[in-house]
T-cell receptor, first 116, second 113 residues
Framework: GAVVSQHPSRVICKSGTSVKIECRSL??????MFWYRQFPKQSLMLMAT?????????EQGVEKDKFLINHASLTLSTLTVTSAHPEDSSFYIC????????????FGPGTRLTVL | GQNIDQPTEMTATEGAIVQINCTYQ??????LFWYQQHAGEAPTFLSY????GLEEKGRFSSFLSRSKGYSYLLLKELQMKDSASYLC??????????????FGTGTQLKVEL
């Protein structure tokens, strides 16, 4: 149980284009989903927290107009990187929690974004 | 912010025992997670501690002392496949409700023959 999928696993795009990444909880309803980014040999940095049906809460320093998050259902959240630039190249990972007592976050396999 | 400190790297021998320490700030603390992450992959859940003491799960055990803001992950009978980054993550209560994880930088464990 507690499987989270992400799509695509890898994406290469040109500078200026937009990229959408999907995060799905496959066998549970995710009351909350989180989006992280991770640079090589660094830890996960939380970008935003999203609850189904409400606006995402962004961490300080994360541009909400650049990183659009939609959490339309209890099993799906999307992150759209708008007008991507090479500095946006990173490993993007989502996680989901069912809101149980431990609030354990289960992570998707990640999306490697490369902006040329 | 909440600082999570853990060693950057550790090396151990196959079959041995290794302990990875983690310290965190205690204000608003709501639990401590350990995750394992292989290069290029997402983290996988290892353990969760919210009360003081030792939680044992097979070859892996995790300890927590809330008063000291301290945790450790203990790996026994090390195997080559245990070579990975081990992330300590502290859960903090948000003022608006819910929880938020703050991750340490990870400890890169290398298991040698």
């Amino acid at each position: 149980g507690a499987v989270v999928s992400q799509h695509p696993s890898r994406v290469i795009c040109k500078s200026g284009t937009s990229v959408k990444i999907e995060c799905r909880s496959l066998d549970f309803q995710a009351t909350t989903m989180f989006w992280y980014r991770q640079f090589p040999k660094q830890s996960l940095m939380l970008m935003a927290t999203s609850n189904e049906g409400s606006k995402a809460t962004y961490e300080q320093g994360v541009e909400k107009d650049k990183f659009l998050i939609n959490h339309a259902s209890l099993t799906l959240s999307t992150l759209t990187v708008t007008s991507a630039h090479p500095e946006d190249s990173s490993f993007y990972i989502c996680s989901a929690t069912s809101g149980g007592a431990a609030d354990t976050q289960y992570f998707g396999p990640g999306t490697r974004l490369t902006v040329l | 912010g909440q600082n999570i400190d853990q060693p950057t790297e550790m090396t151990a021998t196959e079959g041995a025992i290794v302990q990875i320490n983690c310290t965190y700030q205690t204000s608003g603390f709501n639990g401590l997670f350990w995750y394992q992450q292989h290069a290029g992959e997402a983290p996988t859940f290892l353990s969760y501690n919210v009360l003081d003491g030792l939680e044992e799960k097979g070859r892996f055990s995790s300890f927590l002392s809330r008063s000291k803001g301290y945790s450790y992950l203990l790996l026994k009978e090390l195997q080559m496949k245990d070579s990975a980054s081990y992330l300590c993550a502290a859960s903090y209560i948000l003022t608006g409700g819910g929880n938020k994880l703050t991750f340490g930088t990870g400890t890169q464990l290398k298991v040698e023959l």
